[in-house]
């Protein structure tokens, strides 16, 4: 994964990825957990030169967590494309910052609109292990985009009670530095409990510069949802039920409480 940023005068930032090998899966697209690192790693790379990563919060014992993340899909590339992640933060409020993206295939001296994402953050007091607002800092007023992403919102997560279930023990390569499973970890443990076969065999739309509208499109969306932080050696429970067009996925801590919920949607031409 080579990134290089890329300027702009608005508060948009640019970062363009050359898809790597190891970062597919055995259909030869980009796998969404990969994907999902690359989104994280451009926020994380953005608060960093806004003066507000985690190197400068976690002195403070506080940290940035992603609570939802949506993205929808046109086409998965393949290695060696070249991608360019676009962001910006749409709004600081309510304790929540929500950030989006644009996902684009260059092709030549173009970009080729592929996918979009929308993510919400918060931050969390490692001490007290709840959520800090810490928003009325001037600094995080100043770096506001404000264009709001026209993606629709997260779907209602419903509880699986009578899914199909496996145990599954958090491990040390699932915890990251803030102590906890990874966003990217509860993604990874999810498709590995259940992967559709549709997703795994379908080919996404062949890509033209000449695209009609996007709601025309097919697609496939994922809608995540981190309710509950789960810590080294807990065992949860992941539950799956395939409704066809949209794979409902749920994990469960020791408690039997929500830890992360999520869909995969798969989106018909209309």
Known sequence: M???????????????????????????????????????????????????????????????????????????PIPQDKIVIETWIEQNAHMLSTRDYRIYLKQSDERVLIGCCKSVWAVLDMEKREIANIFDDPIFTDCIDGEVLPMARLGRMIALTEAPSIPYTIRYSDLDYNRHCNSCKYLQALLDAYLPSALSGWQLSAVSSQLPDLNSREAWRLDIHYAREVRAGEQTQIAWLDEGNIIRYQMLNQEGLTSCSATLTRITAS
């Open 2 to 76: 080579y990134l290089c940023r890329i300027f702009y005068k608005t508060m948009k930032y640019s970062y363009e990825y050359t898809i790597r090998y190891q970062d597919v899966d055995d259909t030869k697209h980009l796998r969404w957990v990969a994907l999902e690192e690359y989104l994280l790693e451009v926020a994380g790379t953005v608060a960093d030169e806004l003066g507000f990563g985690i190197a400068v919060l976690h002195p403070r014992e506080l940290t940035w967590i992603l609570t939802h993340m949506s993205v929808q899909m046109y086409y998965m």
